[in-house]
């Protein structure tokens, strides 16, 4: 999970950074490097959210110093790396770390000097449209929205969201891209849950080892910031492996708590809360202190990852979510015409989610001359022209062996009678119509 606004201190004014260049060590003496290993212990076993693993990770470094394990790591980065990948040994925490960064550190310091609270860069994210990338209505009146971060919320932020969610607010079901999202804001990211909910609802609680306390999490509906929009459709979730920590936890809490499906990779597992702490000599550590106990699963999906309901590559995954919305509308109607139209709709998806390769002897049977249509075999492929449209010419691309894509608007089916020989062409049209066409010659 993400760092709640007091602890996001890496965001401070870049103002402060400066003043510290000339502290930035290029080479580490034993004394630094001990100093650095005890300084990461102390913050380690008072704050990290399990103690018994912080003390044999702290053991370990304290150990390894002493047996000259690290006597010829002076790169400040490398011995960083090294000492990040020493503890996750341990504990596979992908939170835990420490990092070599003392314009980072120096600002760690400003901020509990001064309890600086100003710690959102604000512009970068209007600028950045508070990390909403696309939303947008896809073919089937089916919602989608890409988003890469939460964002701090704010008057604009909540406008931003509550605009992309408006404008799918029609939709019949609705697709969410986190496959590359990070995570960010908490209260954001119950923010977004919101809308979905229209009456609070426990998520679980959680441990802050610092405080020594259990809170109970909610997700609060966002009616109030909404402007009272609340979606109801059947919502799909797309994941990857990059999808990381507030990210996670979103989609975790809408599968278990409004049966979202989940569709791509398991997750990376980061469900910890994570501080920074300056530990001198231009070192930063990143340690976890709080854990999540989700009110149904009773645990969380540190180290394990967010399971998806649908387990897909992620380049497939848009795919297979509208393939699984289109196929659940198919089995909810019973007019011909739109069975017709969300069939076309699936057939398209195929053309562009499978390659299907037809033997050269099947193509062969379906040259010729059906009317004004003109289908013939170029070097393998199969292609349309439409002899009333001279300048038309398409290549066809097969959805399975006998019905293929011509364009945007139409598909073709070859019919073959009792002997295997192809006797006309079906039409398929995007609205549902079908055209049959006799073979000329």
């Not at 408006?166 to 849950?193: S, T």
Request: proline share 2%.
């Amino acid at each position: 999970m993400c760092l709640p606004n007091m602890f996001l201190i890496g965001a401070l004014s870049m103002v402060f950074a400066s003043a510290i260049n000339a502290q930035k060590t290029t080479s580490l003496t034993e004394l630094e490097k001990q100093r650095v290993i005890d300084s990461f212990s102390k913050v380690l076993n008072r704050n990290y959210v399990y103690s018994d693993k912080a003390l044999l990770m702290s053991q370990f470094i304290q150990q390894k110093h002493q047996n000259k394990g690290y006597k010829n790591m002076n790169d400040p980065k490398q011995w960083a790396h090294q000492i990040t990948k020493d503890i996750r040994a341990i504990e596979q925490d992908h939170h835990l770390s420490v990092r070599f960064d003392p314009d980072l550190e120096a600002s760690i310091r400003i901020f509990e000097a001064t309890l600086e609270k100003e710690t959102t860069d604000f512009g970068k994210e209007k600028s950045q449209n508070f990390f909403f990338r696309k939303a947008e209505i896809l073919k089937g009146n089916i919602g989608y929205i890409n988003f890469t971060n939460f964002a701090d919320t704010n008057y604009l932020s909540r406008k931003t969201v509550q605009a992309a969610f408006q404008f799918v607010a029609n939709a019949e079901a609705l697709i969410l891209d986190l496959r590359n999202n990070f995570g960010g804001r908490p209260e954001m990211e119950k923010e977004i849950a919101g809308y979905f909910f229209n009456e609070p609802q426990q998520t679980g609680r959680t441990y802050n080892r610092i405080l020594d306390t259990w809170t109970e999490e909610w997700v609060v509906d966002q009616l109030k910031h909404s402007e009272g929009l609340y979606l109801t459709m059947p919502l799909y979730i797309l994941t990857s492996k990059r999808t990381f920590s507030a990210a996670e936890g979103f989609a975790y809490n809408l599968k278990y708590l409004k049966n979202a499906i989940l569709v791509g990779d398991t997750t990376r597992g980061a469900a910890h809360t994570t501080r920074s702490f300056a530990l001198g000599n231009g070192f930063v550590g990143f340690i976890p202190f709080t854990r999540f106990e989700h009110i149904i699963t009773k645990t969380d999906w540190e180290r394990i990852g967010v399971v998806p309901s649908i387990s897909i590559s992620e380049e497939l995954s848009l795919y297979k979510a509208q393939e699984l919305i289109l196929k659940n509308k198919l089995l909810s109607i019973s007019d011909t015409t739109e069975q017709l139209k969300v069939q076309w709709l699936l057939n398209d998806l195929y053309s562009r989610m499978r390659k299907i390769n037809v033997p050269n002897e099947t193509l062969k049977q379906y040259t010729g001359v059906f009317e004004e249509f003109l289908f013939t075999l170029e070097e393998g492929k199969l292609f349309c022209r439409n002899t009333h449209q001279q300048d038309k010419k398409d290549m066809l691309v097969a959805i399975n062996d006998h019905v293929f894509k011509i364009d945007e608007q139409s598909h073709v089916e070859f019919v073959t009678d009792k002997q295997g020989m192809v006797t006309s062409i079906r039409l398929l049209w995007d609205d549902g119509w079908v055209d049959t066409v006799q073979k000329s010659k």
